[in-house]
């Protein structure tokens, strides 16, 4: 529902099905996008939309998630002419986008924001106590995950929520892959630190 939602705000129209997106076909609706194809457009949309989504959901409070993501979008399209493959990937362009709404975000904000406690489980057949349960472990590990600094809190993001390559991070974040080994590193070392503080073990 959210995906139709903010796809209305945008005036993105596609067809119900979407099927996964190869390199070729968003270089395709990449170069349709910026002559102002706006249906090509919404082929990339529904293509990033949940890894976008995910990205923003663990940076920001949870009311404001879904306007953050819109603004993303919108400033993607507002810029398509902008942008060039030989500098950078598409995928990659577009979380830098993402990370600059993030940061402008925050300093519109001026102190970070406490989470929402609420879950949403989308298992029909979990369990009164396993929904208990999975809820507080969510939690514990989105304020974990919070609670890291940049540039830690961008990398576990990147890698373990919406399942990114080394050198896919290291084209979004402007490192090389060596650095980025050394930070995931020294990142998950942190985050099981705090972890195990609340007595939770990572397993991802």
Not at 26 to 34: G, H, L, M, R
Request: overall charge positive; hydrophobic content about 40%; glycine content about 2%.
């Amino acid at each position: 529902m959210r995906n139709v939602l903010i796809k209305c705000m945008l005036g993105l129209y596609t067809t119900p099905f979407m099927s996964s997106l190869n390199e070729t076909d968003i270089d395709t609706y990449v170069e349709a996008s910026k002559e102002g194809d706006k249906s090509a457009f919404a082929q990339l949309y529904d293509h990033f939309f949940d890894k976008i989504y995910r990205y923003v959901y663990f940076r920001v409070s949870i009311d404001d998630v879904e306007d953050v993501v819109e603004t993303i979008f919108i400033k993607a399209w507002s810029n398509m002419d902008r942008y060039e493959k030989k500098d950078v990937k598409f995928s990659s362009w577009l979380f830098r986008v993402a990370h600059n709404a993030v940061i402008d975000y925050r300093r519109a904000q001026r102190k970070f924001l406490p989470i929402d406690p609420r879950i949403e489980d989308e298992s029909l057949n979990a369990a009164p106590k396993m929904r208990t349960e999975q809820s507080l472990r969510s939690e514990a590990v989105r304020n974990a995950i919070r609670s890291l600094k940049e540039p830690y809190r961008q990398l576990v993001t990147l890698k373990f929520l919406i399942g990114l390559s080394n050198s896919e991070i290291a084209e979004i974040m402007s490192q090389r892959e060596g650095n980025i080994r050394v930070m995931q590193f020294r990142a998950l070392k942190k985050l099981k630190q705090i972890l195990e503080e609340k007595n939770l073990s990572m397993d991802f």
